[in-house]
């Protein structure tokens, strides 16, 4: 069974840095994808990024573009998030997700129910 753990939210003013990582293990194949999901009070779940371990391909929202980067460390199986020029409209809980199937990830990544397996969440406050 897959188990995510997200680390490293936290309160941060507009114009700031975070790191999230996504700490992951279980997995009985050896090509998978990683997303990124985050939810505001009274929104939506919504796509962040994704990575994709069998040719390291990523994907972000529009309005994260530029901003935030997303990589892995194989080694650690250790997906990170790196959140710069943080907005108070950033302010949500950040889950990671996992999926085996590669095929429609480019039509489906920022779909919440593509994504099998979810962490709890870590929360990222953006404010003055």
């Known amino acids: 069974q897959v188990q995510l753990v997200e680390s490293g939210g936290g309160l941060v003013q507009p114009g700031g840095s975070l790191r999230l990582s996504c700490a992951a293990s279980g997995f009985t194949r050896d090509m998978y994808a990683i997303g990124w999901f985050r939810q505001a009070p009274g929104k939506e779940r919504e796509g962040v990024s994704c990575?994709?371990?069998?040719?390291?391909?990523?994907y972000y929202a529009d309005s994260v573009k530029g901003r935030f980067t997303i990589s892995r460390d194989n080694a650690k199986n250790t997906v990170y998030l790196q959140m710069n020029t943080l907005r108070p409209e950033d302010t949500a809980l950040y889950y990671c997700a996992a999926d085996y199937v590669l095929s429609e990830l480019t039509a489906l990544w920022d779909s919440s129910t593509y994504w099998g397996s979810w962490g709890q969440g870590t929360q990222v406050t953006v404010s003055s």
């Open positions: 990575i994709s371990t069998s040719d390291g391909t990523t």
